[in-house]
């Protein structure tokens, strides 16, 4: 069984950063991609970031595009968001996810929908102060 602990998270002002980590522990893990999805307080949970494991391919929401970047280290089996410039509405739980195939519809891959990814940490919470 795969668990994903992430680790990070906390209290930052407007125009901090910060760093969150996603490990993957178990014994054998074979994922495609390793995504960050972020659910804000009475709201739905929203994609953040995704990386590849296999190409390296990175995608953002517009929302988070140029002020995060997501990256890699398959010899720990661990995936990082460094967050800069972070802004009160950054503020959510931060949740690391783990995809063995992307979710497919209608001849389409969609990379960034919920549903292609099997494996979810518990979260780690991330307040912006103003």
């Known amino acids: 069984q795969v668990q994903l602990e992430e680790s990070g998270g906390g209290l930052v002002q407007a125009g901090g950063s910060l760093r969150l980590s996603c490990a993957a522990l178990?014994?054998?893990?074979?994922?495609?991609?390793m995504g960050w999805y972020r659910q804000a307080p009475g709201k739905e949970r929203q994609f953040v970031s995704r990386?590849?494991?296999?190409?390296?391919?990175?995608n953002y929401s517009d929302a988070v595009k140029g002020r995060f970047t997501i990256s890699s280290d398959s010899a720990k089996n661990t995936v990082y968001l460094q967050m800069n410039d972070l802004k009160p509405e950054d503020t959510a739980v931060y949740y690391c996810?783990?995809?063995?195939?992307?979710?497919?519809?209608?001849?389409?891959?969609?990379?960034?929908?919920?549903?292609?990814?099997?494996?979810w940490g518990q979260g780690t919470p991330v307040t912006v102060s103003s």
């Open positions: 996810a783990a995809s063995i195939a992307p979710y497919y519809f209608g001849g389409t891959y969609f990379f960034e929908h919920p549903s292609g990814y099997s494996y």
């Open positions: 178990g014994p054998t893990f074979s994922a495609s991609a």
């Open positions: 990386i590849s494991w296999t190409s390296g391919i990175t």
